[in-house]
T-cell receptor, first 113, second 115 residues
Framework: AQTVTQSQPEMSVQEAETVTLSCTYD???????LFWYKQPPSRQMILVIR??????QNATENRFSVNFQKAAKSFSLKISDSQLGDAAMYFC??????????FGQGTRLTINP | DTAVSQTPKYLVTQMGNDKSIKCEQN?????MYWYKQDSKKFLKIMFS???????INETVPNRFSPKSPDKAHLNLHINSLELGDSAVYFC??????????????FGPGTRLTVL
C-alpha cells in the first residue's frame, strides 16, 4: 500500500521569505500523480500544485514550485515570497491506480509579519 | 458557481440518531468520493463511486452507507451515530484518466458533531 509522510508538523517563515515543505512517499507504481493541497482555517481544501510522475520537469504555479525526485520518492513544495494568506495546513497527496488520494499528515505553516 | 457543494456545512446531533450529508458537483466529473478528516486533521478515503458504481469501500463501519443516484450526486447516510463519528466529512470529485485518479476537487466539508 502507498504511504505519504510529511515529517514537519509545523513550519514558520517570515513574510516575503521562502519556505520549503517536505514530503516523501512510498510506492511500487511507476505511473501516478502527486499533489499539494492547502487547507486554510476556512477548512476548504484547495489544490496548490499537481505533478505527473512521468514528467521530469518540476511543476510551477506562480510562487509555488515543487522539487520532484522520483528515484528518491521525494516531492517538496517551495513557496517563494511568502504572504500572510499562505498561512494554512498543507497536505501532500498521492494518487495512483487505486483511484484514491493518500494523504500525508499535514504541515501547519505560519507566516510571521 | 460552486463546483462541489455539500449540505449541511454543520451538523450537531445526539448519539444514536441517523443523519445524511448530501454532495453535488457541477464539473461533469465521473467519479466522486467521501473522505473523513479526524480531530488530528488526518484525511482518509471512505468511499468512491465511478459512474454511480461503488469502486472503493475502505474499512468503514456498515453504519455508513453511501448512495449515488446519478454521476453528479453522492450522499452519505450514517445510522446510529456514535461519538467517534465526530469529524469533518469531505466530498470530492474527479475525472478518471486511463483508469487513474486525477486531480480531485473538494467540497467545503461538513463538520459533524455527535453529543
Amino acid at each position: 500500500a502507498q504511504t505519504v509522510t510529511q515529517s514537519q508538523p509545523e513550519m514558520s517563515v517570515q513574510e516575503a521569505e521562502t519556505v520549503t515543505l517536505s514530503c516523501t512517499y512510498d510506492t511500487s507504481e511507476s505511473d501516478y500523480y502527486l499533489f499539494w493541497y492547502k487547507q486554510p482555517p476556512s477548512r476548504q481544501m484547495i489544490l496548490v500544485i499537481r505533478q505527473e510522475a512521468y514528467k521530469q520537469q518540476n511543476a510551477t504555479e506562480n510562487r509555488f514550485s515543487v522539487n520532484f525526485q522520483k528515484a528518491a520518492k521525494s516531492f517538496s513544495l517551495k513557496i517563494s515570497d511568502s504572504q500572510l494568506g499562505d498561512a494554512a495546513m498543507y497536505f501532500c497527496a498521492y494518487a495512483g491506480g487505486a483511484q484514491k488520494l493518500v494523504f500525508g499528515q499535514g504541515t501547519r505553516l505560519t507566516i510571521n509579519p | 458557481d460552486t463546483a462541489v457543494s455539500q449540505t449541511p456545512k454543520y451538523l450537531v446531533t445526539q448519539m444514536g440518531n441517523d443523519k445524511s450529508i448530501k454532495c453535488e458537483q457541477n464539473l461533469g466529473h465521473d467519479t466522486m468520493y467521501w473522505y473523513k478528516q479526524d480531530s488530528k486533521k488526518f484525511l482518509k478515503i471512505m468511499f468512491s463511486y465511478n459512474n454511480k458504481e461503488l469502486i472503493i469501500n475502505e474499512t468503514v463501519p456498515n453504519r455508513f452507507s453511501p448512495k449515488s443516484p446519478d454521476k453528479a450526486h453522492l450522499n452519505l447516510h450514517i445510522n446510529s451515530l456514535e461519538l467517534g463519528d465526530s469529524a469533518v466529512y469531505f466530498c470530492a470529485s474527479s475525472q478518471m484518466t486511463s483508469g487513474r485518479g486525477d486531480t480531485q476537487y473538494f467540497g467545503p466539508g461538513t463538520r459533524l458533531t455527535v453529543l
